[in-house]
């Protein structure tokens, strides 16, 4: 599996971003069986979860930081092998370079570990500016 992330780049605090991640599949697998999740790293600070949606065998179900709880989306497109997260009301603490990441097999209580997704895009730059 290969990931890419895009979408990043320069905001105003208040504004909206919405950020793709695009993923190459091996043949004899599917996308829609990964759980995929986002991440982010701030300058200076260790990577943190942000998002999550489960794969078909986990009802979709999606999973967010608190942080961000009530103004960002991560939603999935299985057709397109494709996940999304839309940022909205964004805050200059949400300035990260941000990570898709993909897992198969991930349990509900591990999708907040980094250490269990197999797979990482190369990160996509997010600036807020206040």
């Known amino acids: 599996v290969q990931l890419q992330a895009s979408g990043g780049g320069l905001v105003q605090a208040g504004g909206s971003l919405r950020l793709s991640c695009e993923a190459s599949?091996?043949?004899?697998?599917?996308?829609?069986?990964?759980?995929m999740s986002w991440f982010r790293r701030a300058p200076g600070k260790e990577r943190e979860f942000v998002a999550s949606?489960?794969?078909?065998?986990?009802?979709?179900?999606?999973l967010y930081a608190d942080s961000v709880k009530g103004r960002f989306a991560v939603s999935r497109d299985n057709a397109k092998n494709a996940a999304y997260l839309q940022m909205n009301a964004l805050k200059s603490q949400d300035t990260a370079v941000y990570y898709c990441?993909?897992?198969?097999?991930?349990?509900?209580?591990?999708?907040?570990?980094?250490?269990?997704?197999?797979?990482w895009g190369q990160g996509t730059l997010v600036t807020v500016s206040s």
């Open positions: 990441a993909a897992g198969a097999g991930i349990i509900a209580s591990s999708r907040a570990d980094g250490s269990a997704y197999d797979y």
């Open positions: 599949i091996d043949s004899g697998r599917t996308f829609n069986i990964y759980t």
């Open positions: 949606i489960r794969g078909r065998g986990g009802g979709y179900s999606t």
